[in-house]
């Protein structure tokens, strides 16, 4: 079945240091690719998507790009705040509905200042 | 406009009773999924209603059912709790084909 992996946190990083988390997935179609971030007692955001291959989502100055041939969306910031501490989750789904979503384990990120 | 609302924020069961949680979508979304959270499985998707139907399912036992209401409220119930059922419950809301799922802040479930 389709799986997503992500790698494992938790990530420190210093304020305006870079970012990358990284993600693959296996699908067996053509899947949608979702970034999801999840701050202290809320649900999940919608932070940025890709829907083919070779797109770039982008959002809050946060990227990631939709690479078909390395079955990755690697998760990138130039420079990160401490307001981007959250859990941040790889998705993706092959529905046309975007339902279900399959995760990934989730990578918590701290950002000290 | 008003997000995805989940009702109660935290329930305490105990195990084997049976506990409802409640969904309202966002206004005009008629299709909402729910998901289990735990820290062993992550986040794992339960199933999903569009309009009164279900229309996909996950890979949980008979115990989790759900339904929903014509005016796209859900609720999913969980019947003869065990321990390992405590998780984070979310409800999310779309408007298909292809549209973002926003999620509410979700039920806490904790059984005893």
């Known amino acids: 079945g389709d799986s997503v992996t992500q790698m494992e946190g938790p990530v420190t990083l210093s304020e305006e240091a870079f970012l990358t988390i990284n993600c693959t997935y296996t699908a067996t179609g053509y899947p949608s690719l979702f970034w999801y971030v999840q701050y202290p007692g809320e649900g999940l955001q919608l932070l940025l998507k890709?829907?083919?291959?070779?797109d770039k989502g982008s959002n809050k100055g946060f990227e990631a790009t939709y690479r078909k041939e390395t079955t990755s969306f690697h998760l990138e910031k130039g420079s990160v705040q401490v307001s981007d501490s959250a859990v941040y989750f790889c998705?993706?789904?092959?529905?046309?509905?975007?339902?279900?979503?399959?995760f990934g384990k989730g990578t918590r990120l701290s950002v000290i200042a | 406009k008003a997000g995805v609302t989940q009702t109660p924020r935290y329930l305490i069961k105990t195990r084997g009773q049976q506990v409802t949680l409640s969904c309202s979508p966002i206004s005009g979304h008629r299709s909402v999924s729910w998901y289990q959270q735990t820290p062993g499985q992550g986040l794992q998707f339960l199933f999903e209603y569009f309009s009164e139907t279900q229309r996909n399912k996950g890979n949980f036992p008979g115990r989790f059912s759900g339904r929903q209401f014509s005016n796209s409220r859900s609720e999913m119930n969980v019947s003869t709790l065990e321990l390992g059922d405590s998780a984070l419950y979310l409800c999310?809301?779309?408007?298909?084909?292809?549209?973002?799922?926003?999620f509410g802040q979700g039920t806490r479930l904790t059984v005893v």
């Open positions: 998705a993706l789904s092959e529905s046309e509905g975007n339902t279900p979503l399959v």
């Open positions: 890709a829907t083919k291959a070779d």
């Open positions: 999310a809301s779309s408007r298909p084909p292809n549209t973002e799922a926003f």
